[in-house]
T-cell receptor
Framework: EAQVTQNPRYLITVTGKKLTVTCSQN?????MSWYRQDPGLGLRQIYY???????DKGDVPEGYKVSRKEKRNFPLILESPSPNQTSLYFC???????????FGPGTRLTVT | GNSVTQMEGPVTLSEEAFLTINCTYT??????LFWYVQYPGEGLQLLLK?????DKGSNKGFEATYRKETTSFHLEKGSVQVSDSAVYFC??????????FGAGTQVVVTP
């Protein structure tokens, strides 16, 4: 089954404790992206990757890191999480940036 | 920079009513335009898209036309069902890979 998977689905952590949210796709897509969803703000792009080893900042990259060492994986890293990073996070992939994005199920992160 | 503005919700309708959700955008170049739908507790899924001016995207009875002269991509459906209750997002993609989403419009359809 073609899909984007994210782990974990739910995470509660404390300020400053490094964490990684994994994202993997099995569709051989070139393009991958991370978003955060907050009430009233829609989805905001954090980082995106046009292909392996190429990443670029979206609209809200502060406090996040990403890497794209393999085509299928695009982990999101929070080196020192803060409460303002409490949000619902979605990973997505597509053939290219102009094609349909396939979204993962979301990761609900709470930073206390 | 690019931006997407869509009408605020919630929009509450009776079954079989006509639905319009307005979406306007600001972008340089020639972006691709999308409507995504999010059902409760789920991720987003593509509803329809248009990649150039005057294209009409359609799916499941929904339609939207890419209007470059008015920088709009309004979503319409002639007769909504209870199952259309969801949050709808307008989005654009520029040629450099950045995507912008609108804030989302919640639609509630009552029997």
């Amino acid at each position: 089954e073609a899909q984007v998977t994210q782990n974990p689905r739910y995470l509660i952590t404390v300020t400053g404790k490094k964490l990684t949210v994994t994202c993997s796709q099995n569709m051989n897509h070139e393009y991958m992206s991370w978003y955060r969803q907050d009430p009233g703000l829609g989805l905001r792009q954090i980082y995106y990757s046009m292909n392996v080893e190429v990443t670029d900042k979206g609209d809200v990259p502060e406090g996040y890191k990403v890497s794209r060492k393999e085509k299928r994986n695009f982990p999101l890293i929070l080196e020192s999480p803060s409460p303002n990073q409490t949000s619902l996070y979605f990973c997505a992939s597509s053939l290219t940036e102009t094609y349909e994005q396939y979204f993962g199920p979301g990761t609900r992160l709470t930073v206390t | 920079g690019n931006s997407v503005t869509q009408m605020e919700g919630p929009v509450t309708l009776s079954e079989e009513a006509f639905l319009t959700i307005n979406c306007t955008y600001t972008a340089t170049g020639y972006p691709s335009l999308f409507w995504y739908v999010q059902y409760p507790g789920e991720g987003l899924q593509l509803l329809l898209k248009a990649t150039k001016a005057d294209d009409k995207g359609s799916n499941k009875g929904f339609e939207a036309t890419y209007r470059k002269e008015t920088t709009s991509f309004h979503l319409e459906k002639g007769s909504v069902q209870v199952s259309d209750s969801a949050v709808y997002f307008c989005a654009l993609s520029d040629s450099w890979g950045k995507l912008q989403f609108g804030a989302g419009t919640q639609v509630v359809v009552t029997p």
